[in-house]
């Protein structure tokens, strides 16, 4: 078993007020090693988080083949994506009119 231990905040109880089928980025940043990112927090709204490795901007991982998809939903939710070396893009995207707030962690 792997225990990583280095971790860095990206995102701290950010709060996105996101409008009806909007999408906003959460983060952006460079990973050298491998490792992953941890992301919690709470939705008013159902919300899609979305992790895109390897896209040179935000608006290009709507076309990216290199993507980690997860249904946060409503209220509280945790989950871990898995990180790989070069730029990475934290989406989230917004069906309804809400609110989330958001926290992501690196471990490498």
Do not use: K, R
Not at 1 to 11: C, F, K
Not at 34 to 41: D, E, H, M
Not at 67 to 73: A, E, I, N, R, S
């Amino acid at each position: 078993t792997v225990s990583l231990q280095v971790q860095q905040t990206l995102a701290g109880g950010v709060t996105l007020n996101m409008a009806t089928n909007s999408s906003t980025t959460l983060t952006h940043f460079t990973v050298t090693y491998g490792g992953y990112v941890q992301i919690s927090g709470t939705s008013s709204t159902y919300v899609e988080i979305g992790v895109c490795y390897g896209a040179a901007s935000s608006s290009a991982c709507d076309q990216s083949l290199t993507y980690y998809l997860v249904d946060f939903g409503f209220g509280g939710s945790t989950f871990a994506a898995p990180l790989m070396p070069g730029p990475v893009w934290i989406n989230v995207y917004n069906g309804a009119s809400g609110t989330a707030t958001l926290t992501a962690v690196e471990f490498i």
